[in-house]
């Protein structure tokens, strides 16, 4: 890491190019991105009474480091506004695998499910709803669960604490939801069965539940389809449950799977949880599911779902007036209006688009000659760069593929210095790779030159930049080896465009905290703005320097 005055020797007070100096600025959030506090993936979800707190398990089996995150909201029962707060002892002398949460109503107790004894833990809290207090050593545990279904997911209890309901599957064979009736009000040393219901038909790998504040609805999510279905109860809380066909796919979120539901008081909010984000969807009726939609911002973002549920990366012609998308196989080109150039935002026009699956099907990078007359592709499904000749500059629809280099297995991301005599590409071990051309441009007469490491900083460079004279660098990764937290990282070259000389200045934009799933990302040539193309919300996001 550069010294202080190494830093401001080599422009570290600019505005520009400087991501200390980065910031999203977009609103509403409805969506809380875990991924830039979290080491590991969450799991479950629970609100204080009053949603100005919220629970989740950072659930790490393979290090046995699951541990409860709370988190403050500022404003009541929404997820955009939460800060993370603390974490609590690690629960692994309690179990090996804990996967799901609930409290007590007055916080004095927190129940646990835990996969490695497939049992139903209590653990007392000695100040109430502080985390820190769970005392892990004197932990209650329920009978075995395993009786019903081979693998128990998710827990509830009907706000009276004489009802505790648990949800699994055996394999994706059959899917179901057990009632167990505790003879003493949250005592869970001693129940019996009480009642079952199979959800096989709709979900057949169900990951978590919820019930609305009357017990007169009951909600299912899973891997499976990834969708939300809706139950009714005819009996509140106890039974005559009927599926109603009312349900709201959510798969464009939870890419990497849900994982926790909660139901604010008022029925209106359902709270979905996957590995790294909780969103809120807003019920136009309250506990009815159908027609519930997840409010993405309306400013600083552009929702390109229709397009691509995660764009991998962005081009932009020099003026600011169109935007390339990259798809896994398929460049969308939008037009920007003339009147606000390089305002990425909604409303913009429908894209045209090209199709280069041919060549490449799995792209992780683009760039374009600064006349638009050449695009380059990278890709990890044929590890090679991938040339294309446009005969109208800029208009993608008029593309056609030249030839292909190959090179290193994984590579992601693509750069040319503004001459194109020098390319440069990172890969899935943390590194940069630079090649000289010694046609400019041409990739055939490209030729590998050094490779520098940044493994100290993050395991993976997924999309690199430079600054125009060559003298920044910028590489989006993981936080660290161990840590999975997308982050744009800033490196300072002595020597311009000679990586061998990129020393980290110690700058990360946390990018996580907007999109978990982030892929790719590119600046404004003046260095006043960072444009993100995130996978967890498959949107657009803008950052301004400010």
């Known amino acids: 890491m550069l010294s202080k005055s190494l830093l401001a020797a080599a422009g570290g007070a600019e505005t520009a190019w400087n991501l200390s100096s980065a910031q999203y600025l977009g609103t509403p959030i409805n969506y809380y991105s875990a991924g830039a506090v979290l080491d590991f993936p969450q799991r479950g979800l629970y609100f204080y009474p009053d949603g100005t707190r919220m629970y989740t398990i950072q659930n790490d089996s393979v290090l046995f480091n699951d541990k409860i995150a709370e988190y403050h909201l500022s404003t009541p029962w929404d997820v955009g506004t939460a800060t993370f707060i603390k974490q609590s002892p690690n629960l692994y002398s309690v ?39 769970i005392d892990t050593i004197n932990a209650q545990s329920s009978p075995v669960l395993s009786g019903q279904t081979s693998t128990q997911v998710a827990l509830s209890f009907s706000p009276d ?24 009000a949250w005592d869970i040393t001693a129940f019996t069965f009480g009642a079952i219901f199979d959800v096989t038909a709709q979900e057949r790998q169900p990951t978590a539940f919820a019930f609305n504040s009357t017990g007169t609805s009951f909600y299912v999510v899973g891997n499976w389809n990834r969708t939300i279905f809706q139950y009714s109860l005819t009996t509140p809380w106890l039974g005559g449950i009927t599926y109603t066909g009312n349900s709201v796919n959510i798969n464009p979120l939870t890419n990497t799977g849900p994982r926790g539901l909660f139901f604010n008081p008022d029925d209106d909010i359902i709270y979905v949880t996957t590995p790294y984000v909780v969103a809120q969807y807003t019920l136009p009726t309250p506990s009815e599911i159908a027609g519930a939609y997840l409010q993405y911002p309306t400013t600083k973002y552009l929702n ?4 691509e ?45 090209y199709y280069f699956g041919a060549q490449e099907g799995f792209a992780s990078g683009i760039f374009f000659k600064p006349d638009g007359r050449r695009m380059y592709i990278i890709g990890t499904s044929g590890d090679a760069v991938q040339e294309y000749f446009i005969s109208t500059p800029w208009s993608i ?80 990764g993981y936080l660290s080896a161990t840590v999975y937290q997308k982050s744009v990282f800033e490196y300072i070259l002595s020597t311009p465009w000679d990586i061998s000389t990129a020393t980290y200045t110690g700058r990360t934009l946390m990018v996580a905290l907007q999109d978990s799933v982030s892929n790719g990302f590119n600046f404004k040539p003046d260095g006043t703005m ?14 301004d320097f400010v």
Do not use: H
Request: charged share 15%; aromatic share 16%; glycine share 8%.
């Open 530 to 543: 960072l444009f993100l193309a995130g996978g967890s919300n498959s949107g657009i996001y803008t950052y």
């Open 95 to 133: 179990d090996s695998d804990t996967v799901s949460l609930w409290f007590k109503p007055d916080g004095t107790k927190v129940y646990i499910l835990g996969l490695g004894a497939i049992k139903v833990f209590s653990l007392t809290l000695s100040t109430p709803w502080d985390i820190s207090t």
């Open 309 to 353: 549920s995660s764009p991998q990366n962005v081009e932009f012609k020099p003026d600011g007036l169109q935007m390339y998308m990259l798809g896994f196989n398929t460049v969308y080109e939008y037009a920007i209006p003339p009147e606000r150039p390089w305002e990425v935002y909604s409303p913009i026009a429908t894209p045209s688009e």
């Open 161 to 184: 604490g004489l009802n505790l309901y648990a949800i699994g599957s055996t394999g994706t064979t059959y899917a179901r939801i057990y009632r167990y009736n505790l003879s003493t």
């Open 397 to 476: 629809s008029t593309a056609s593929w030249i030839g292909s280099l190959s090179v290193t297995i994984n590579p992601y991301g693509l750069f040319f210095s503004p001459d194109g005599t020098k390319m440069y590409y990172g890969n899935s071990f943390g590194e940069v790779l630079e090649y000289t051309l010694s046609v400019a441009w041409n990739i055939s007469t490209a030729v590998y030159v050094q490779l520098k490491s940044l493994s100290s900083e993050t395991r993976i460079c997924q999309s690199i930049r430079f600054k125009p004279d060559g003298t920044k660098m910028f590489v989006l």
């Open 304 to 307: 390109v779902r229709t397009e």
